[in-house]
Every structure is written in C-alpha cells, then in structure tokens.
C-alpha cells in the first residue's frame, strides 16, 4: 500500500508504518495474550515440574495407552474426512450448479446446524440412534431388524456424530473453489465433443482439487481436537486424544502430563499443515481467498 | 464426584452477594460445596440451622470440583475458603500434601463420637451416597439380579449392562463378584479385579463417565442393568421410569469436610464443623435431598421416619449390606496405581 503513495518520501514512509503498527497492535496483543502466552506456558508445563523432566513426553511415547489413542484418533479422524468428501462434494457441486436464489438456500441449509451447540446435537444424535432410539424403532417396526443395531456407544456413533457437525467445513471450502472455476471451460469441453462425464473427470474434478485438498485439511484438523462426540457418544471405549489430555489432568494431578500430550497433538497439526502448504496455500485452506 | 448436579454459576454469584453482605459480621467463614439441589438442601438442613446457633455468617461458594482450587489456593499462602466439602479421598490427598488443616477431635466433640471408619485425621464424614446395582423392572420383574455374581452371570441375566468409566467402587464391584466378602476388601487384590472386569467387558454396552450420564441411560432403557449412584436411581424412578436398585453390595462412598491449610478463619471453621455433623443436623439434610447422613447418630434422634431411614445409604442395615469405601486405600500408592492402570484397562 505505501509504495502506492505519491509522496515517497521515507519519514513519511515510517510514520505510515507506524500507524499500521499501532493500529494492528491491538489484535496482536490479544493474540499474545490468548494464543502465544498460554500454548508457551503448556509446552513449558511439560517440560518443567521442579526441574527440567523429560518424563512426561517418555510416557507419551512409550506407554500403550498413548500410541492407541492417537492411532484410534487418526483412524477416526480419517474416516469423518472420506465420508465428509463423498457427502459434501455432491452438495457444493449442487449449489455451484443451480441459479443464485437455490444456491443461497442450499448453503443456508449447510451453515444452519452452525447454530446449534454441538452439546445439543450429540444428545439429538443419542435420540436418534440409541437402542430405544427413533432409527432403531422404525426398522423393528418395519420388520427389517428382530434385536435392535448397536449403532452409538461406540466409534460408529462418533463418527457419524462427527460428521453431522464437519460437514460445513468441508462444503464450503469445496463450493468457494468450484464458484472460481469458469463455466466457459465446460462448454469448452462439450464444443470439444467430451461427454458431461469426461468434461467432468478431466476438466471440473482437476480444477477442484485445491477446495478438496482444503476442506479434507480441515476437517481431519478440526477431528483431532474432538472431545465432546466422542465422550458422550463413544460408550467410554472411544478414547480420543482430546479426552487423553483431561483424563491424564485428573490423573496426575499436574497439568504436565497432559500438556505433553497436548503439545504433540498441536505438533502433529502443525506438520499436517506444513505437508499441505507444499501443495497448495495456506490461505486457501484458512478461507482467505 | 460429579454426583450432584451443579449450577455452580447460580451459586457462585449467590455466594459472591453473601460476601458483600457479610463483611461487618464478627465471626465469619466461608464454606464450599457442589452446588445445585445439593447445597441448597445442605442450606435448610444444616448450613442455615448451624451459622443460628453459633451466631456466625456462613459465606457460601461452590464449585464442581474442589480439588484444583484447593491446590491453587493453599499454593497461593492466601486461601479465600475455610471449609470445604469435597469427596473424600480429596481431603487425605490434600492432609497428605500439606494442603488439608489436621483436625485435633478433642475440639470437635460430635465428630469425636463417630465411628473411627467414617473420619481421618483431616476430615470428617458429612454425607453418604451408595453405588448400586440398578435394574430395569420392566426387563426383570421377578428374579432381578441382587449381587455384583448376579451382575456378572450373563447367561442368567442377560441383558445389557452398563459400569462406571472409573476404577474407585468398579474394582471392590468386581471383587465382590468374584467371592470376596464385602469387609475384607482393603487391601484391593487389583490383579484380581482387573481380571474379573475383563471377563464382563464385553458385555459392557456403556462405560458412562457423567451420573447425569447414568441416569439417562436406565430412564430411556438404554441399558438393562448398571453401576450408578442411589440419588440418581431414586430421582428416574420418581420421574416415573421402572427401575429400582438394591443396597445389596452397595459401595457406600462419601464426602467429607475438610479446613484448608491456613485457613483464614480456622477457630470459626472447627467450631463450624462440629455443629455441621450435629446428629439434628445431619438427620435433617435426607428430608431434603437423597442422601444418607454422615453421621450415623442422626438416625437415634427420632427426626428421620423409619420408612425414610430405609430408603438412605447410610441406615445402619442398610450400611452393614454394603462395602465401606476406604479412602485411605485409594489415596495410598497402590490405589493410585490402580487408577492409571484402568486407562489402559479401557483401550486394550
């Protein structure tokens, strides 16, 4: 912006930064105050308890219980990310699709649960799902099952859970890359002779990649953190590393032991973001253009 | 430990207004407890009753979970609360750690008059509740499961079941199934227990973490038979639901209160406790919520109707059917072993 200026001169030139600084200053205390303070004092808990100590990350990577959970949470992680695609591409591909008024209503309908806690909808899904529940009523009812399906209480209820509340984080990054894409390359490749099906395998599938790459970061980073599904949802057996960390406060009586855990989550997210900004901008994945 | 509901916020304020208010009062201190229904029958019962008779101001503050305060108030060398009533293998762990006031009993003449079972050198019993063995009435009318055995014999019982996500009362739940007598738990044989539960894990539908949690599953039917709480089993059977429970191999489990380390009104805060575990008391806080007195005396002062005495925890034969948590043994290195072996209990 300053280089725009007509008068270059370079007092005046650090005065404007000055401004800029003093204006933006604001924010970046809040984010020192609530993000870079309380994530230094974590890692510096689980280093530091009455002296430097390395215990609490060799627990973390030698004791079972942790390398399982994190598997399990990967593995959870992965599966609400591929169900998220198959679910949400379809939509955003609608949306992109149909005249502004029905695209408007389509992504409403996407952002709506937004609105409720996500507290609520795990005790919707329990409603939904448990053995007494609404589904499992209906196919005793219809005569397709004889014992009722154990469809909650276990990963299967959390993954689906989970997906319900992803979902928009998936669709939306997925219909803001498909609105770039021109509509004059499809009928590039129908005047070309391609099929519908080829224009879209070879031309609009290509070109989406960046909003799947995107939405499936998001989702699967989002999934990591996952404590409430899982916890109301899992049955007790579904021990994510989110619920790790609390389970590891009360059990140690010293946040040490969970910050470790904490710390090697956040490293992981970290990592995943650094393999996915070789590919493509971060600002893409972020919502920035 | 998350037994009673908590509208901590609620009480909070209603406690932050009772400081305001109380600041001229001579004798004061402040008292803690979990909130809720909980602290408001302990209000009417004893709280309200002993500030009276000692001409004291009782300041009231709550909080779901003490312990964490606890430790940053007393690591402060500032602690804002005198009396605090907590689970509690919280107040041995805190005597422990020098954060709990030892208790000299020749002060506290009602608490000196208890069973030496129900008060540690830190703390005394105020209120007793049960994890029992729940049923739904409607899948066992007749011939309902009445022993932890009963629990664990699934070809005589089927059904789907659901334990406490926690090893305190599950492992003497699992030990009692196996054979071991009620009284002769302490020392856990943890091994033994470990081995028990696995043999009933997979057929465990729930492990629930909330007694909220619990609740909800007996109430919607979720589950046929579970390890929960006497409160929250008697308050889905008011609302309506068929279930019941037995004291039968009941693990009695309490809190207790405890005066933090350098409590700012320790003279108050002694005097206060043994008014709080009067017999009258005590015998008035189960005509106000579910819960069993601390104090078995309670129960030779004609407040309590017998049919009301049969209901509660504590009821001395009720009490001689059921196991007597020990505290002393959780909060020893062997119980806290136990506790981290059940994490991993859960994933295998």
Redesign the interface.
Known sequence: MATSMPDPSQKHQRREHGLMLALVSPALLVILALIVLPVGWLAWQSIYHDGFTLENYRRVFT???YW??FALTFEISLAVTVISLLLGYPVAYLANAVPKGWSILILALVVLPFWTSVLVRAYAW?ALL???GVINQLLRYLDVISEPL?LV?NTFGTVIATVHILLPFMVLPLYATMQKIPGDLMQAGASLGASPSLTFVRVFLPLSLPGVLAGCTMVFVLCLGFYITP??LG???T?MVSM?VS?NVE?Y?QFGAASAVAVVLLLSVLAIFFVVSRFISLDRVLGQK | MTMKQNFGLGCALLGAIGLTGAANAAEQITFVSQGGAYQQAQTVAILDPSAKKLGITINQDSIPDAWPAIKTQVGSGKPIWDVVDTPTGYCLRGGEQGLIEKLDFAKIPNAAAMPEAYRSPYSVSYEFYSSVLAYSQKTFPKDAPNSWADFWDVKKFPGRRALRNHPIATLEAALMADGVAPDKLYPLDVDRAFKKLEEIKPNITVWWTSGAQSAQLLNDGEVDMEMAWNGRVSAVAKEGAKVTFTYNQGILQSTSLCILKGAPNLDTAVKFLNEAVDPVHQANLPLNIDYGPGNPKAFETNVIKPERAAQLPSEPANAAKQALMSYAWWSSPAGEAAEKRWASFMQK
Do not use: K, Y
């Open positions: 004791e079972d219980i399982r959970s329990l448990q053995r007494t154990a209480h916890e109301l049955g007790g057996r021990v790790l389970r059990l009586n």
